[in-house]
């Protein structure tokens, strides 16, 4: 069984910047991809970019590129997403997520943490 902690969440003005990170509690083949995925009150879950451990295979949504950067710091086992130029619209539930393909299919990874809220006041 793999944990996923996350951290980082908070409030936030629009146009600020705030980095978030996931704890793994070990890296295996079934968690080679690490993704970070949000979720808004009555939204389904939106898929916002991805990672392979070796930092290649990088992966964004329209909506975060050019504003969101996602790394693995592979020592650590943590993965960051640092957000900048925050707008209203990103306020969300950001989960932190494992699975072992490459895709932006929330459905497909296995392993998820217990969020961190992300709220942009306008």
């Known amino acids: 069984q793999v944990q996923l902690v996350e951290s980082g969440g908070g409030l936030v003005q629009a146009g600020g910047s705030l980095r978030l990170s996931c704890a793994a509690s070990r890296r295996t083949a079934s968690t080679s991809v690490m993704a970070w995925v949000r979720q808004a009150p009555g939204k389904e879950r939106e898929f916002v970019t991805n990672?392979?451990?070796?930092?290649?295979?990088?992966y964004y949504a329209d909506s975060v590129k050019g504003r969101f950067t996602i790394s693995t710091d592979a020592a650590r086992s943590t993965v960051y997403l640092q957000m900048n130029s925050l707008k209203p619209e990103d306020t969300a539930v950001y989960y932190c997520?494992?699975?072992?393909?490459?895709?932006?299919?929330?459905?497909?990874?296995?392993?998820w943490g217990q969020g961190t809220q992300v709220t942009v006041s306008s």
């Open positions: 997520a494992a699975g072992h393909l490459q895709s932006s299919n929330p459905l497909l990874y296995a392993y």
């Open positions: 990672i392979a451990w070796s930092g290649s295979s990088l």
